[in-house]
């Protein structure tokens, strides 16, 4: 078992920044595939972002890439987004997760955050 706790979430103007964080408790967090989801209200649950076992590769969604940055300090079993530029669009619910295998589909993440809301304001 893993348990995730988002947080770092909250009310952003148009091109300001956040940086999310999800702590990690249970098994070895290191021994997982961290990844960033968002869930827009009344869209589906969508992949973000998601970053190697070591943290040498990286992967993003289409509609982030050159804005958001994943990353992960396994020693404080901590994975991060960092999200820059950031647009009224971006607003959702945004879920941490584990899996062991690189996947952009949900139903491949073994283990879920509860969720950090991020609004962005125009």
């Known amino acids: 078992q893993v348990q995730l706790v988002e947080s770092g979430g909250g009310l952003v103007q148009a091109g300001g920044s956040l940086r999310l964080s999800c702590a990690a408790s249970g098994r070895s967090f290191s021994t997982y595939v961290k990844g960033w989801f968002r869930q827009a209200p009344g869209k589906e649950r969508e992949f973000v972002a998601a970053i190697s076992l070591s943290g040498a590769r990286s992967y993003y969604g289409d509609p982030v890439k050159g804005r958001f940055t994943i990353s992960t300090d396994n020693a404080k079993n901590t994975a991060y987004l960092q999200m820059n530029s950031l647009k009224p669009e971006d607003t959702a619910v945004y879920y941490c997760?584990?899996?062991?295998?690189?996947?952009?589909?949900?139903?491949?993440?073994?283990?879920w955050g509860q969720g950090t809301q991020v609004t962005v304001s125009s």
């Open positions: 997760a584990v899996t062991r295998y690189q996947s952009r589909s949900t139903k491949d993440w073994d283990y």
